[in-house]
């Protein structure tokens, strides 16, 4: 069974960072493009980062360029999401993805799997 498990979300305050970490039960992790996303209570499920198969490609959303950086360690299994400058409309539950489209076009129809979710929570 497959199982995406992320760690490192919290409470900070505005213009902080904090690093989500994921860790994959993927035999063929190098075989996934590896993401993030976000739902903020009341909406959708929002595409944050995602992150190419030999993590030498990256794409971000508007909302969190220059700020985030997701990177990943092939030998580990994990994907992992720096932020930085933390806004308070960067509260959310984060998600890690795993899915096999080609990088730039991970979005929510074409994860294969999912993690749980971890909270960042940003107080003004």
């Known amino acids: 069974q497959v199982q995406l498990v992320e760690s490192g979300g919290g409470l900070v305050q505005a213009g902080g960072s904090l690093r989500l970490s994921c860790t994959a039960s993927l035999r063929t992790f190098d075989r996934y493009v590896m993401g993030w996303f976000r739902q903020a209570p009341g909406k959708e499920r929002e595409f944050v980062a995602a992150i190419s198969r030999s993590g030498g490609r990256t794409y971000y959303a508007d909302s969190v360029k220059g700020r985030f950086t997701v990177f990943r360690d092939n030998a580990k299994n994990t994907v992992s999401l720096q932020m930085n400058s933390l806004k308070p409309e960067d509260t959310a539950a984060y998600f890690c993805?795993?899915?096999?489209?080609?990088?730039?076009?991970?979005?929510?129809?074409?994860?294969?799997?999912w993690g749980q979710g971890t909270q960042v929570t940003v107080s003004s």
């Open positions: 993805a795993a899915g096999r489209p080609i990088a730039a076009e991970l979005r929510s129809h074409n994860v294969d799997y």
